[in-house]
């Protein structure tokens, strides 16, 4: 099956900085790569995904960007704020809803 | 219009004890799944359904049986509760090919 690595799995940050955070992937013939955000005590919530035809999409501060060749993403979050302060979990799958999900990355924003 | 609705929030069984985590969702979304979240693990598929009447396995099914009779509801059952099964569940839906995955709150099962 798949297999999707997480790095950091902990990064703090000032506020206004950038965040990033990477992830791999194992299985060639997936094809979405969604982002999910979660709060303390809350389900995941999709915050950006990319498909494999794309290698970049942006968001106002978000960034994901995709390299199928060396099987990695990553998301780029600019200008961080408090608020972005939460755990975010990268994901894999070759057909929408079997996601594989890296392990989780807690971001702390720093005032 | 609840999207995904999950009860209990909170559950604590002893070992050998048999439950059922409910979900429910209103938005006629024809694919359910449950995860289970565990420190450092990320989310883990359990079980999935494209449709009512249809379900099948994910990575971790062992100790979980499923059952899709509506397209609303999506029931997991653990039918003798282990120790290693204390996690947080989450259900989730999606619409379609192209669309989001929902999450539900989640529910905190603690077995002893």
Redesign the interface.
Same mark, same amino acid.
Request: proline share 4%; hydrophobic share 30%; glycine share 8%.
């Given at each position: 099956g798949e297999n999707v690595e997480q790095h950091p799995s902990t990064l703090s940050v000032q506020e206004g900085d950038s965040a990033v955070i990477k992830c791999t992937y194992s299985d060639s013939a997936s094809n979405y790569f969604p982002w999910y955000k979660q709060e303390l005590g809350k389900g995941p919530q999709l915050i950006i995904d990319i498909r494999s035809n794309v290698g970049e999409k942006k968001d106002q501060r978000i960034a994901v960007t995709l390299n199928k060749t060396a099987k990695h993403f990553s998301l780029h979050i600019t200008e961080t704020q408090p608020e972005d302060s939460a755990v975010y979990f990268c994901a894999a799958s070759k057909n929408d809803y079997k996601l594989s999900f890296g392990a989780g990355t807690t971001v702390t924003v720093r005032a | 219009n609840a999207g995904?609705t999950q009860t209990p929030k909170f559950q604590v069984l002893k070992t050998g004890q048999s439950m059922t985590l409910q979900c429910a969702q209103d938005m006629n979304h024809e694919?359910m799944?449950w995860?289970r979240q565990d420190p450092?693990?990320?989310? !883990?598929?359990i079980h999935?359904s494209?449709g009512a009447g249809i379900t099948d396995q994910?990575?971790v099914p062992n100790g979980y049986n499923v059952s899709r009779s509506t397209t609303e509801d999506f029931p997991l059952r653990l039918l003798s509760a282990a120790p290693s099964q204390t996690s947080v569940y989450?259900c989730?839906t999606?619409r379609g !090919? %192209? %669309?989001?995955?929902f999450?539900?709150?989640?529910t905190r099962l603690t077995v002893l």
């Amino acid at each position: 099956g798949e297999n999707v690595e997480q790095h950091p799995s902990t990064l703090s940050v000032q506020e206004g900085d950038s965040a990033v955070i990477k992830c791999t992937y194992s299985d060639s013939a997936s094809n979405y790569f969604p982002w999910y955000k979660q709060e303390l005590g809350k389900g995941p919530q999709l915050i950006i995904d990319i498909r494999s035809n794309v290698g970049e999409k942006k968001d106002q501060r978000i960034a994901v960007t995709l390299n199928k060749t060396a099987k990695h993403f990553s998301l780029h979050i600019t200008e961080t704020q408090p608020e972005d302060s939460a755990v975010y979990f990268c994901a894999a799958s070759k057909n929408d809803y079997k996601l594989s999900f890296g392990a989780g990355t807690t971001v702390t924003v720093r005032a | 219009n609840a999207g995904v609705t999950q009860t209990p929030k909170f559950q604590v069984l002893k070992t050998g004890q048999s439950m059922t985590l409910q979900c429910a969702q209103d938005m006629n979304h024809e694919y359910m799944s449950w995860y289970r979240q565990d420190p450092g693990m990320g989310l !883990r598929l359990i079980h999935y359904s494209v449709g009512a009447g249809i379900t099948d396995q994910g990575e971790v099914p062992n100790g979980y049986n499923v059952s899709r009779s509506t397209t609303e509801d999506f029931p997991l059952r653990l039918l003798s509760a282990a120790p290693s099964q204390t996690s947080v569940y989450f259900c989730a839906t999606l619409r379609g !090919r %192209n %669309n989001e995955q929902f999450f539900g709150p989640g529910t905190r099962l603690t077995v002893l």
